[in-house]
């Protein structure tokens, strides 16, 4: 990356940041009225999903407060739901809500087989919001941020993208289609590792693809992953492969890499991304366990917890300074 392309990918980011200030905005109006916001979202969604099957089911449209939807509308799991939702993935209409659904992720969770979980524009504008705010609160706490690339999780597809019985399809190709399609665009400029890596279906290929790119990331300043797991997985790879992975890279960048490593005196991730300034990951509940994993490899590099946000909705987040 040159100075040039540095100043470039610092304008995008100042100027994308700036495009996130609404988001952040409204989320700090609705935080200091709690119980009305919840109230008036609440609202939204009865009114909105009466029509349903599910919320004809539940009667949603006479429901007038919070405690009667707790009463009648029960707590259920997965196993509950996926009848209605196999009825909107062979195309049936109105079955969850009335909004059409836009595509299907998988989603394997942790305690049970791989689960259909049904996108609508709304929930992604949902993820947007938050995900807005979010950001907007890591790259105004973090400056340091500016001026640098950012590491999104790129998994490998496991098949071709394909659809339901009804047609809908499955499967997103990257965590950036969460994002409004400026956000995705923006988002693109910043990554280390552009996002048609997940379209390589056999696992060592993606496995060395994926650490070429990050090892050419001399600017690398920001990862966001799920699991710790899949980082220490991927650090211990560059490790084992280290010597073959840099004869790849351009001789000045393998060059400075080895100068790093032999001051640190040990493979780390500040020795090769001296810029890193937060890695964002799950590590709450069991994820708990793989933080000093992680630690190994980045035992400086801030980590801040995802809090609870899963593909199935988003439901917290962390904030710095705030």
């Not at 991304?273 to 190994?296: E, F, H, M, Q």
Request: net charge neutral.
């Amino acid at each position: 990356m040159t100075p040039r392309d540095t100043l470039i990918l610092g304008a995008i980011q100042l100027g994308y940041t700036a495009s996130l200030a609404p988001s952040w905005n409204k989320f700090v109006n609705a935080a200091k009225s709690l119980e009305s916001t919840q109230s008036q979202k609440l609202h939204h969604f009865l009114t909105h999903n009466a029509q349903s099957a599910y919320g004809r089911e539940y009667r949603y449209g006479s429901i007038r407060d919070v405690k009667t939807f707790q009463d009648r509308v029960p707590i259920v799991d997965y196993d509950a739901l996926e009848p209605y939702i196999m009825r909107a993935a062979r195309g049936e209409s109105n079955v969850l809500c009335p909004d059409p659904i836009k595509m299907f992720e998988c989603s394997s969770g942790s305690t049970s087989a791989t689960k259909l979980i049904p996108y609508t524009d709304g929930l992604l504008s949902e993820f947007s919001a938050a995900t807005n705010a979010w950001l907007f609160n890591i790259f105004s706490q973090n400056l340091s941020l500016m001026g640098t690339q950012s590491y999104w999780s790129v998994s490998p597809s496991a098949r071709e993208r394909g659809c339901t019985e009804g047609g809908i399809p499955v499967g997103f190709e990257d965590d950036t289609e969460y994002f409004s399609p400026i956000g995705r665009w923006a988002l693109r400029k910043m990554m280390a590792v552009p996002g048609t890596v997940a379209r390589i279906h056999d696992m060592d290929a993606w496995r060395r693809t994926t650490a070429l790119h990050l090892l050419r990331a001399h600017r690398l300043g920001f990862i966001s992953i799920w699991s710790p797991t899949f980082l220490t997985l991927m650090m211990g790879y560059i490790e084992e492969e280290l010597d073959n992975l840099l004869t790849e890279l351009d001789p000045v960048r393998a060059g400075s890499i080895r100068a790093a490593l032999d001051t640190h005196g040990q493979l780390v991730g500040q020795a090769i991304w001296p810029r890193l300034g937060l890695i964002s990951c799950w590590t709450d509940g069991y994820a708990k366990t793989y933080v000093p994993g992680l630690r190994r490899w980045f035992p400086t590099t801030p980590i801040q917890s995802k809090g609870l946000l899963a593909t199935e909705g988003f439901v917290s987040i962390r904030l710095q300074g705030a």
